[in-house]
């Protein structure tokens, strides 16, 4: 496994559009984050419904929201050619679901996700949607939209609003699977998280690998990764991991020709002594206005972590 992709993984399994019809909403390019009060939904997700003997699980609340720099070019009629703000966004994107994350006694991997608003089609708050339905174009009515997905066993399942079965499929479950060693290893992790040793034994973790890595501020390490063979064209990671966890904290992913692609920054919440991924932001560049510059952004928040280990 490559080392960009394993470090990804690593801080999954420790705590890891349809445009706006007729609805735009323009906000600053760095202070907006959910310009919605949504009503708080109760999760129906439960360590049962996998139907496996838990070895860790992640379960959470999780709100994710999309910003573009870019007028959608699909949506014209009723507005003609509105210019944007120098920093102006326009929300594209929105999803709140409830998911639960969990691995069994031989590292495979189950996950169930529903929506706490909406479906899978909607891709705004309820409360706007109630507003903007009338004047949006109509959607389907043969064709029932998924608010549910559970994943488990080899098979892939999707579910109606009535928890009717919509469709399922299988995969391959090896491609899902962490090995004994990395399982097995999560208890001794969250006794020395955060301790005297971590940053000495996180600092070792980054050596076996192969690593070169810069020390700054005493608790961060970066360094550089390259994965020239997963991408069209060489990519460029220069992470920063802070070394009290083993975490990355940042990411930053060049072009070949040195411009940046996007950025990634993660915040972490610490629950029965794991640090759990609760706030990530990601800058995607593109061209806007004839420059190099954040074309997307998406905020994603966690909120109700709970984590259960044996």
């Known amino acids: 496994m490559k080392k960009h992709e394993k470090i990804k993984n690593t801080a999954y399994l420790r705590g890891f559009a349809v445009m706006f ?25 439960s360590i049962d419904d996998l139907n496996i003997d838990v070895k860790y ?22 507005f003609g050619k509105i210019n944007l703000p120098q920093n102006g966004e326009i929300m594209v994107d929105y999803e709140r679901t409830s998911e639960l994350i969990a691995y069994d006694e031989n590292g495979y ?15 705004m708050p309820e409360s706007a949607y109630s507003v903007v339905k009338a004047n949006m174009p109509s959607r389907d009515s043969y064709k029932n939209p998924m608010i ?18 919509l469709s399922e ?43 070169n890595f810069e020390i700054l501020d005493d608790y961060y390490a970066t360094y550089s990764v390259n994965a020239s063979e997963d991408f069209s064209e060489d990519i460029r990671f220069e992470y920063t991991d802070d070394l009290r966890t083993g975490l ?17 920054l993660n915040q972490y919440d610490t629950n029965t002594g794991f640090p759990i991924l609760s706030k990530q932001v990601i800058y995607q560049y593109g061209n806007v206005n004839g420059e ?9 928040t966690r909120q109700n972590i709970q984590v259960l280990t044996k």
Request: aromatic residues 12%; hydrophobic residues 30%; proline residues 3%.
């Open 148 to 165: 549910r997905e559970e994943m488990s066993g080899g098979i892939m399942r999707y579910f109606d609003k009535n928890g009717e079965l």
């Open 109 to 123: 991997l189950g996950k169930v996700r529903q929506f706490l608003e909406g479906d899978e089609k909607m891709n």
């Open 248 to 264: 990355p904290v940042s990411m930053v992913a060049y072009k070949e020709n040195g411009r940046v692609e996007s950025i990634q």
């Open 57 to 78: 699980a992640e379960s959470f609340d999780q709100t994710t929201i999309t910003f573009s720099r870019h007028w959608p070019s699909g949506i014209t009629a009723g």
């Open 169 to 211: 499929y299988p995969y391959n479950e090896e491609l899902y699977r962490v090995s004994q060693i990395e399982l097995d290893t999560y208890k001794d992790w969250q006794k020395t998280s955060n301790s005297e040793n971590s940053v000495q034994n996180n600092m070792q973790l980054l050596q076996n690998q192969g690593i």
């Open 21 to 45: 019809s007729y609805l735009i909403f323009f906000t600053g390019c760095t202070g907006a984050d959910n310009p919605f009060n949504s009503e708080s939904a109760e999760s129906t997700i």
């Open 292 to 300: 190099w510059n954040i074309a997307y952004r998406t905020l994603m």
